[in-house]
């Protein structure tokens, strides 16, 4: 448990941010449950809080699950499941490390899975990854299906620990069964896409029904529920000014997120709120890919040697050990791998363990560290306000190395590095229930621009036009019309408030009144820093679809115009986009007038999922 009664208290004083959620949470007349996913590259963890009329609810861990045995810390397990040739489930978690399991799991070819989370990534996210950098996926199984059958195991194991730990535990969850929220925690650059697929697996996995899913399942990124987690264990009483920003580094075992907020309110004593200043980043340098550079020095360092096959076994203890226990690059370290009959002089092999310079395992930790230093770098330039505090957070915080590296890599320019006391691999489970609770985020900054692709009336006059007359045509409305112009709805960094919306208007001309009932839109992100007025004039990687919006327009009348080549009758629709970005997931809805009073419906975000 993280948070006393009397700091969920103050927690809950936050009437100013939102308003709607303290009084959800202060004035319930029925038992409810949140529970909150985390569930990460290489360890997963639940969080949860029992939400009952008149009492302040407490934030607990499980922390006990089938065959763990601290494995990642009492509160986590590894995110690592097999399955049988038919593709049914066989072990997860702890479970999956069993050494009797493991030798039934090779004498049956069982199909081991991990770092799973990945093959979800947005795929602009990183150039030096791909799938088949991966350790693949069984035949027939989708990153969903792996995704929903851990969501379900973990569902499983909260559920039993909550029963046992409950008095008369059973009448409990009876009580709260139809009455639970989710909360999936990912990182900081999933996109929409990878959002509209968790409620998907949520509802596969048996967690919510499909239609209930979008209801009962929210997000938070990874590094917001962070923030939440760093105040309710007090860790950002000591700030007291809300002159200067704070960056929250959560270095986990796939991505490190980088978020920047403002202190806008609160204190101590509760009652706090924060903004971002600057987009927020995530790198594909988590602490599994020190491991990784570490198996590919192996794989050099032991060609021709007996020991080449164990290369994987070797990379493994590493991964246990030696990177974990690595804080002095003048030192040698040693992989513990073997018995004392294991030796090869020529590869600094004796007694079963491999020496390593400290210099060289430095190297498999620099790309992290200069990933972070560069963001941290990158983050400050843009941020509206000065940056005078670095947290850190996550289970690769908990390396002595890489704090140490980044703290020095950052002392000159004056910050304040610090990672809070207590379990630093539970913060993201645990502050994804207090972002439930409470949201203290007030207003977000866009991660990228938003926009459209349109045309514009062709002005030969202008030299851009000019230069693009090979691709003009004569449009419904008989003027001649260029191509390829991006119109922006929402600017990069715009600071985005929950409510706030960011509209443009668009006309679509059709030759008959009435040509269809729904209209669809695909909507672009830009993920440079200035958007060009003409899409080919950036490079092709830097535009992306991020997804398509299709609204019903039945009820739309259309006015009728006169064609300029023509002079017959075209028909013209007159809409407006609106967007809204303040929560953490995309909404959008399409506007009119109809004898000047706006009539506006939801439309249908629809991503690409495959």
């Known amino acids: 448990m993280i948070a006393s009664g009397n700091w969920i208290r103050q927690w809950l004083k936050l009437a100013d941010a939102t308003p709607k959620r303290v009084d959800r949470h202060t004035k319930i007349s029925l038992r409810e449950e949140v529970i909150a996913f985390d569930v990460g590259t290489t360890f997963s963890g639940a969080s949860f809080a029992k939400l009952e009329p008149g009492r302040i609810p407490d934030i607990l861990g499980v922390t006990r699950y089938p065959a763990q045995h601290k494995v990642g810390g009492n509160s986590k397990i590894p995110s690592i499941i097999y399955y049988n040739a038919n593709g049914n489930v066989q072990a997860v978690g702890a479970e999956a490390m069993d050494e009797a399991f493991l030798e039934r799991a090779e004498d049956e070819g069982y199909a081991k899975v991990e770092w799973f989370k990945l093959h979800l990534r947005p795929k602009e996210l990183a150039t030096h990854i791909s799938d088949k950098d991966l350790p693949s996926l069984p035949a027939g199984k989708r990153p969903i299906d792996v995704f929903a059958d851990f969501l379900q195991y973990l569902f499983d194991c909260t559920r039993k620990f909550i029963v046992e730990m409950t008095y008369d535990g059973e009448s409990y969850w009876k009580s709260v069964q139809d009455n639970i929220d989710f909360v999936l925690t990912h990182p900081n650059g999933w996109e929409g896409c990878q959002q509209a697929l968790m409620p998907k697996a949520a509802a596969k996995a048996g967690l919510v029904d499909k239609e209930s899913a979008q209801a009962q399942v929210q997000f938070v990124t990874e590094g917001e529920a962070s923030l939440h987690y760093c105040i309710a264990g007090g860790t950002l009483n000591a700030i007291e000014n809300m002159g200067g920003g704070i960056i929250i580094v959560d270095a986990g075992g796939g991505t490190i997120d980088l978020s920047a907020y403002q202190k806008t309110g609160g204190g101590a004593d509760g009652g706090w709120s924060f903004q971002e200043i600057a987009p927020v980043q995530c790198h594909l340098q988590g602490s599994i890919f020190v491991t990784r550079r570490a198996r590919e020095y192996l794989k050099g360092r032991l060609s021709g040697t007996r020991f080449v096959e164990d290369v994987q076994h070797i990379s493994e203890c590493f991964d246990a050990t030696t990177k974990l226990g690595f804080r002095d690059r003048s030192s040698p370290y040693y992989i513990r791998f073997g018995g004392r009959r294991d030796i090869d002089k020529t590869a ?203 609204s019903d327009v039945t009820t739309v009348q259309l006015r009728p115009g006169i064609n300029a080549h023509t002079k017959g009758t075209y028909y013209i629709l007159d809409f407006e986009i609106i967007l809204l970005l303040g929560l953490t997931e995309l909404k959008a809805q399409v506007a009119w007038k109809e004898n000047g009073v706006e009539k506006r419906c939801p439309a249908v975000v629809v991503y690409d999922d495959e």
Request: aromatic letters at 10%.
């Open 348 to 550: 600094d092999i004796r007694n079963g363990q491999m020496k390593l310079n400290g210099d060289v395992v430095a190297g498999f930790f620099q790309p992290s560290i200069n990933a972070i230093l560069q963001a941290i770098k990158t983050l400050r330039r843009v941020a509206r306000m000065p940056v005078k505090t670095v947290l850190i957070v996550g289970g690769f915080a908990a390396s002595d190395w890489l704090f140490s590296r980044v703290r020095e890599g950052l002392g000159s320019d004056g910050l304040m590095v610090f990672r809070p006391d207590g379990h630093l691999n539970k913060a993201v489970a645990d502050g994804a229930v207090l972002y439930y609770l409470d949201h203290i985020v007030t207003k977000r900054a866009a991660k990228f621009s938003y926009g459209i692709e349109s045309t514009a009336h062709y002005e030969p006059a202008y030299a851009d036009h000019l230069a693009r007359r090979r691709f003009v045509y004569r449009g419904v409305s008989g003027r001649w019309t260029v191509p390829g112009v991006y119109s922006e709805i929402l600017a990069k960094g715009t600071v985005v408030e929950e409510e706030t919306e960011f509209r443009r208007p668009f006309v679509r001309d059709y030759t008959c009144p009435k040509p269809t009932n729904i209209i669809e839109d695909e909507i672009l992100c830009y993920r440079g820093e200035d958007p060009p007025a003409w899409i080919s004039d950036a490079p092709q990687e830097s535009f992306s679809t991020l997804c398509t919006i299709k």
